[in-house]
């Protein structure tokens, strides 16, 4: 088992900045993938970011590339999502995940391949 725990969400002005994070405890945190994805009210999960167990390669969904930057600390078993540039369409409950599986690039966006979430943290951007 793996839990995660985010934190740092809030309310923020457009055009602002927040940094998530992700705490992992449990199993060994260098084993897994992770990945940040977000859900609007009324609207599907969407990827966010993802970063290999490495920290080697990143990507990012189109919406936040430029913005947003994911980074991990392998010897704090944390990982980050630092957000610029706040847009009002940025409101959503932001998620952490983590995954073993292979084939990180073209399966990094897939969340049923992330095994455990974390509870999910409130990002709100004020216009």
């Known amino acids: 088992q793996v839990q995660l725990v985010e934190s740092g969400g809030g309310l923020v002005q457009a055009g602002g900045s927040l940094r998530l994070s992700c705490a992992a405890s449990g199993r060994t945190f260098t084993n897994y993938n992770m990945g940040w994805f977000r859900q609007a009210a009324g609207k599907e999960q969407e990827f966010v970011a993802a970063?290999?167990?490495?920290?080697?390669?990143?990507y990012y969904a189109d919406s936040v590339k430029g913005r947003f930057t994911i980074s991990r600390d392998n010897a704090k078993n944390t990982v980050y999502l630092q957000m610029n540039s706040l847009k009002s369409e940025d409101t959503a409950v932001y998620y952490c995940a983590a995954g073993r599986y292979v084939g990180f690039i073209e399966n990094r966006h897939k969340a049923a391949l992330y095994e455990y979430w974390g509870q999910g943290t409130q990002v709100t951007v004020s216009s």
């Open positions: 970063i290999d167990w490495s920290g080697t390669i990143i």
